[in-house]
């Protein structure tokens, strides 16, 4: 190891910050480009499954939330495409990546949302895992990603009471409103204790990255603080959790959970989940369609600089 | 208890559906826009217009006196009872045209606005404070692309050009009068039509302008809305927005 990768590994042992300028290993600055980008990308791709309610929000109150969301998740983009900038990365490259398929986002987001519970559910399982995900990022080897991601938490979790908010009100509504309820708990358990990622057995790069001080805890560790966490949550709600296999064990003070279905998530991953093609074709598409707009500004923006430099 | 006044019922009423339906048609700009940054712009747009139109609409319920709230205003109601302009439903089109309705709209919306700060009726008044603020940076917004993309390149020009012409003869019912507003602007309750279109005229003629657009010309001047009658995309605009609420009868949300 010489001076400067032992400086770097000292200042991360230390809980000290890297920030762009300072010397870093390239394979960090590879990982940490690939993992921002696909926070990035698992944003805006974020904003499909409930930008699919916007237009048919149930009262005037849950669209302005809705609305609100949907615009904090296009912000949050746009500070992590910051983020991986101050990598040397390129947001135009990055979402040239996406679009082509090179780069992945969660896994989630390529499920349908089918009823207004559906954006209930979002909000108090999806958002929740993700804050379980991001919370020790706030505590990043890597500075400017550290700190998007304190902004970031701070939104999260306005989004996840919001969205435990929208469902108890439909657990306590209707027949048809707990059905609804029920139904988007049975949809979204599962593919939410699978936003954590595969098992430490079966995580090739934790390793790395928990030496790098960008992964502070185990992907199993933080799908098990969430089970912890969710399962009363659920209770309360008057919900069933979908597992048969579900139990609080008093000596550990755990809830032991059934088998994930791992061969489900590599094929999402793959690009065979339910919604994967309609996601990336509706990006592709927004992208495309807004070309001449975004070359209309730049030409306008051209004219206008020499226009400056002639006067 | 509320004092009732239909009159200024009804006038709260199409300005909170002008506000309404034309933020439910920017929610159709979510995931879709150009770039991220107007992700985040169009957004914010449809949320101040969404927030002007709950303020409307609860006033407007207040002042009519029979108990119905924004939601019950905004849900169920049925097509013709909708008073908005017709500039307000039409479809958004290319982001051309939708910032093309966003500057004839905010044009007329911020003088409106800056008038009805003095509104004789005071919650009319707050609400016109709050607003003025927002619909400032909606023309700002409104502005800046319609002279980018009018002033870009040759396809953002025609697609600008088209995008003005298709929306501006609907523009004509923003000035209309009628009886209510006579009655109303006689009360200093509302703001005079036939005076906010000079302030509009002069601020979208020199938009224009600067985009290198010309001002359409045109005598058809289609109207109605105000009255309840309009274009058929305003049929499927309301089934989207409705059917939820109306599926459930009487629930919470």
């Not at chain 1, 949907?70 to 983009?77: K, P, T």
Request: hydrophobic share 40%; glycine share 8%; with cysteine.
């Amino acid at each position: 190891m010489d001076a400067l990768e032992q400086q770097f590994q000292d200042t991360v042992d230390g809980d000290g910050r890297i920030e762009p300028r300072d010397w870093m290993p390239e394979g960090y600055r590879a990982t940490l480009i690939r993992q921002i980008a696909q926070h990035a990308h698992s944003e805006i791709i974020g904003m499909q499954p409930e930008g699919n309610w916007i237009t048919r929000a149930p009262s005037l109150r849950r669209k302005a939330i809705l609305v609100a969301k949907v615009q904090d998740e296009a912000g949050h983009g746009l500070y992590l495409y910051g983020a991986a900038e101050t990598l040397g990365a390129d947001r135009d490259e990055l979402l040239d990546l996406l679009h082509a398929g090179k780069q992945k986002y969660s896994t989630i987001f390529n499920y349908p949302t089918v009823s207004w519970a559906d954006v209930a559910a979002i909000g108090w399982l999806v958002d929740g895992a993700a804050i379980m995900n991001q919370v020790p990022l706030t505590r990043c080897s890597y500075g400017p990603y550290a700190r998007a991601m304190i902004r970031v938490c701070k939104e999260e979790s306005f989004h996840q009471r919001q969205g435990f908010e929208a469902l108890t009100v439909l657990a306590n509504g209707s027949p048809a409103q707990r059905r609804m309820a029920q139904d988007a708990l049975n949809r979204w358990w599962w593919p939410s204790l699978m936003m954590f990622g595969p098992s430490d057995d079966n995580s090739p790069n934790s390793a790395r990255s928990m030496a790098w001080g960008i992964k502070r805890f185990s992907n199993d560790e933080l799908r098990q603080r969430f089970v912890d966490a969710t399962v009363p949550q659920a209770e309360w709600l008057g919900l069933t959790v979908p597992d048969p296999d579900l139990r609080y064990d008093e000596e550990t003070g755990h809830y032991v959970f059934g088998e994930i279905d791992w061969t489900e998530f590599f094929e999402v991953m793959k690009g065979n989940g339910p919604c994967n093609r309609q996601r990336l074709a509706t990006r592709v598409a927004a992208h495309e369609e807004g070309a001449w707009v975004r070359e209309a500004a730049a030409a306008y923006a051209a004219k206008h600089s020499a226009r400056e430099v002639a006067a | 208890m509320a004092v009732q006044d239909l009159d200024v019922a009804a006038y709260c009423l199409r300005l909170g559906d002008d506000a309404l339906v034309l933020a439910q048609r920017l929610c159709e700009w979510a995931a879709r826009s150009p770039q991220l940054e107007e992700d985040v712009a169009l957004m914010n747009l449809a949320l101040d217009l969404l927030g002007q139109s709950r303020s409307l609409l609860t006033l407007a319920g207040e002042r009519e006196g029979a108990g119905r709230d924004e939601d019950d205003l905004a849900f169920l109601r049925d097509e013709p009872d909708f008073v908005n302009a017709q500039l307000m439903e039409l479809d958004n089109g290319d982001f051309g045209r939708t910032m093309a309705r966003q500057l004839l709209v905010s044009a007329w919306s911020l003088p409106l606005w800056d008038a009805l700060v003095t509104s004789t009726d005071p919650d009319l008044a707050a609400i016109a404070g709050k607003a003025v603020k927002e619909v400032a940076y909606h023309l700002d917004h409104a502005r800046s692309w319609v002279v980018r993309l009018g002033d870009g390149t040759e396809e953002s020009h025609r697609r600008m050009q088209a995008g003005l012409d298709e929306v501006w003869p609907y523009s004509f019912e923003l000035f209309e009068s009628d009886d209510l507003l006579q009655r109303l602007v006689e009360r200093g309750v509302a703001a005079d039509p036939a005076a906010l279109q000079p302030i509009w005229l002069a601020t979208v003629s020199e938009v224009v302008a600067e985009a290198t657009l010309s001002l359409p010309e045109t005598d058809w001047r289609p109207a109605g809305g105000r009255r309840g009658t309009h274009t058929e995309a305003f049929g499927y605009l309301l089934a989207e927005l409705q059917h939820l609420h109306r599926s459930h009868p009487g629930v919470s949300w």
